[in-house]
């Protein structure tokens, strides 16, 4: 794995009232744009070059990959002329961008606290084209659910608000550029018309990941996220309040 397709043309509309001016993905994140912080992640984990998907307030994109200069890691922009979805715009990335092999794709608007290495070595593990990284949080009200069995993701269930625990996709998974061959050209989803159909035919492996704090002695019963997003002004609040402690 070298490349990592990075989804980052969406509206962004949920946090609008804390961030209008700048993509979801450059929202200032104790002090920096949020993609310095997912970058730097995922060069820790061995991706050596970034394709970033743009389309909403897209300039913006393109200047900041122009002024990292490749640090971190090398970024190439593929701009939609028109919007892609996630699914349309994994799919276009991966053609426009070249994409050989294995490439992790990952939401421009996670930060994660588990090794990209061992999902990795998942993947290499189980013999599926995709593997979706999940994980068991305790308020599933603004996620979908999914549901796994001997490695394999079986089955989505869509968010319907309810506040309890549940296993959820992190939003970053592993996928050979073939996985994608016979999906549809243009717009489509990822979560709601690849992934179901991945599921039904058995393609779609799962990895359960669990936050990595440092603390090896830390009894912190499983209550650490593995993944903070930030698609509400609540949920922005919280990853700056995060990662103002680093």
Known sequence: MTDAVILAGGLGTRLRPAVSDVPKPLA?????????????WLARGGVTRAIITAHHLADQIIRFAKDRNGFPIPIEVV?????????????NATEVAKVRGTA???????????NLAGLA?????????????????????RYS????CAGRVTRFTQAAGDRTPGMVNCGIYIMEAAAMAD????????EYDFFPSAAGAGRLGAHIVKAETG???ANDGGKIPAFL????PESYAAINQELGKR
Do not use: W
């Open 215 to 217: 603390n090896e002695n």
């Open 104 to 114: 992790v794709v990952v939401n421009g608007d996670t930060y994660y606290r588990f």
């Open 183 to 190: 999906a549809p050209e243009g717009a489509f989803s990822m």
């Open 28 to 40: 200032p994140v104790n002090g920096r744009p949020f993609l310095d912080h997912q970058l730097a």
């Open 229 to 232: 997003d930030f698609g509400t």
């Open 145 to 148: 659910t999914v549901e796994v």
């Open 79 to 91: 701009r939609e002329q028109y919007p892609l979805g996630t699914g349309g715009a994994v799919k």
């Open 121 to 141: 070595a998942a993947h290499d593990q189980g013999n599926a084209p995709v593997t979706m990284a999940v994980a068991r949080i305790d308020d599933c009200a």
